[in-house]
């Protein structure tokens, strides 16, 4: 159904003057009116708690955001995605990663097709084959169990798979090194294959398609080496795939026996549920991997289920597209305060720029607002020593998610609770900011002279005011943890229904590929074609000149 331009809605209109009486807002003083907001403005689901009350919004703020996503169609458009309509309109696809999760005996059927017996028996397999690699009863080619195992995959194939495993590193087994290359760069497959054995490594080739360059170069320089060492009869015990194109894996010398498939329904960047999490199974085990599954499903009911005005993805969302909008703000930072969620930025990176980094609507009209902001970050408490200080003191105001775990899955308490000081104090320190008089206040005590404290003051006052959100958990477990990434795609999908845009695919990768296979025949021909700008013919020549 086509969507009228969002600014011209009347629930947007009513946000368009509702932020105009907003801009002075001052989160301070927010606080200051009401003991409730904490309680007010928070909210429990599937084993995880977000406090949103940092935000620079009131009850009719929430309001009018929630009637926006109401009149965009939020619920109606996330039920039409969990029952498997083609919402992915530029591909003619359904977007079923919700059905990867779903429990055994779910009823969906797409196109005639049982969608729930299709991912259950993938799911047998997964389990089965990482059972028998985990025990041991999986040998290599000269009778010896496997100890490395070899991710090769790209984006959706590699981010997903490694956030998870770098999480859940509690839960990994013990025999079992994780490996995972996926840059062009050969560098990286060199790293990898020095620190393994051809005799005890698995290679696991994940690509949806088949056809991603960087992957299929790694794969074929991993199978090279590999048969430098071993006969080609080996390759069943120490190469598998997992992709939705069988035909491509029989090319590339695969046995289809050992193929793991999965649908053109799964998004590269949401895949990790389907078997490209074969890697995460192996590490941590099918039962850990399976309440990965169940934390993801507990989200998705509550997506499903909960009132809007009370939905963690919704609300999510919501203050996200008011951030973006009414604040200006151009990026959003994450900072897990859990050292083992280290990749989990890089995995948002993709799941929220790739999604919503687009400027037209479904149906293909400029959009007439900002979309998707910058995502980035790193974890707490580094990233308070590198980037920080922009965030507390810089000219752009960037809201940041706060993660952290109640519990932590050691027994360093002291270290705990400095960790989770440093994250409270940090979300309270942007809220609050220091004013110039609170300054002048503190250097009187230190006995300053006044000059030196109006000279020193305008360098040490915060101007506070900065939006954040804080998501806690209990422990980091593969629940929660699947909770949290199930979380973040349900926001992404609000956001996308609000901007009319089609959150599914992503054709912005496209151009790149098309110039680098170019580039490429060039690099390594004979001559430099005269069809670029000077600038890329000069390059090209000075890489040419270096072979
Ligand atoms: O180029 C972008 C992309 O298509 C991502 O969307 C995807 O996750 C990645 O490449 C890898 O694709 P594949 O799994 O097909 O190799």
């Not at 009778?143 to 984006?155: A, L, S, W």
């Not at 965030?391 to 050691?410: C, E, K, M, N, S």
Request: charged share 20%; with cysteine.
């Amino acid at each position: 159904m086509l969507q009228p331009a969002l600014t011209s809605t009347a629930s947007y209109q009513a946000l368009e003057t509702h932020a105009i009486e907003a801009e002075d807002w001052q989160l301070r003083s927010l606080f200051a009116a009401s003991d409730t907001r904490f309680p007010d403005m928070t909210v429990d689901a599937a084993g995880l708690f977000l406090d949103y009350s940092k935000n620079r919004i009131d009850a009719r703020t929430l309001e009018l955001l929630t009637e926006l996503a109401r009149e965009r169609g939020v619920d109606t458009q996330r039920d039409a995605m969990f029952a498997g309509e083609r919402i992915n309109l530029t591909e003619q696809r359904a977007v079923l990663h919700t059905a990867l999760r779903a429990p055994r005996g779910t009823a969906l059927t797409v196109d005639g097709q049982d969608v729930n017996a299709d991912v259950h028996a993938v799911l047998d397999r997964v389990r089965i084959f990482s059972d028998a690699v985990r025990s041991g009863t999986w040998l290599g080619h000269s009778g010896k169990p496997i100890t490395d195992i070899v991710n090769i995959g790209i984006g959706g194939s590699d981010l997903g798979p490694k956030m998870v495993c770098l999480a859940l590193r509690q839960y990994a087994h013990p025999r079992l090194r994780m490996h995972f290359v996926s840059n062009v760069d050969g560098h990286d497959m060199d790293a990898a294959l020095t620190k393994v054995n051809p005799e005890t490594t698995l290679f696991i080739v994940a690509s949806k398609t088949f056809t991603t360059t960087e992957t299929m170069m790694n794969a074929q320089t991993a199978r090279a080496w590999f048969l430098q060492s071993a006969p080609s009869e080996a390759l069943a015990k120490h190469f598998v795939a997992v992709s939705t194109n069988t035909e491509a894996i029989k090319a590339f010398g695969i046995d289809p026996a050992n193929m793991f498939p999965f649908w053109d329904w799964v998004g590269g960047r949401y895949s990790v549920w389907s078997a490209i999490g074969l890697s995460v199974a192996l590490s941590v085990g099918f039962g850990y991997f399976s309440d990965l599954l169940a934390g993801a499903h507990a989200m998705d009911v509550h997506f499903k289920e909960a009132p809007l005005e009370k939905n963690m993805p919704v609300l999510l969302g919501m203050i996200g597209f008011w951030n973006r909008h009414f604040l200006g703000c151009a990026s959003l930072s994450i900072a897990p305060y859990h050292q083992d969620l280290n990749r989990f930025p890089a995995y948002l990176q993709q799941l929220d720029m790739e999604s919503n980094g687009k400027r037209v609507t479904k149906g293909g009209q400029p959009v007439d607002t900002l979309t998707c902001p910058v995502i980035w970050g790193d974890c707490g408490t580094n990233g308070q020593h590198a980037y920080f200080q922009l965030l507390h003191q810089g000219t752009d105001v960037t809201p940041i998610d706060f993660i952290a775990a109640l519990r932590p899955a050691h027994e360093y308490t002291n270290q705990h609770a400095a960790l989770l000081a440093n994250c409270f104090a940090q979300s309270e320190a942007f809220m609050r900011g220091k004013t110039i008089d609170e300054v002048r206040v503190d250097l009187q005590a230190q006995g300053l002279s006044l000059a030196e404290i109006e000279r020193l003051a305008p360098h040490k006052t915060f101007p506070g005011n900065r939006p954040s959100n804080t998501i806690l958990m209990e422990y980091l477990t593969p629940y929660t943890l699947g909770a949290l990434i199930a979380l973040y795609e349900h926001k992404t999908f609000v956001q996308g229904v609000i901007w009319d845009v089609n959150s599914f695919d992503q054709w912005g990768v496209e151009l790149g590929k098309v110039l680098a296979k170019s580039i490429e025949a060039e690099l390594t021909g004979a001559s430099v074609p005269e069809r670029h700008d000077c600038s890329t013919n000069g390059l090209i020549a000075m890489a040419k000149a270096a072979v």
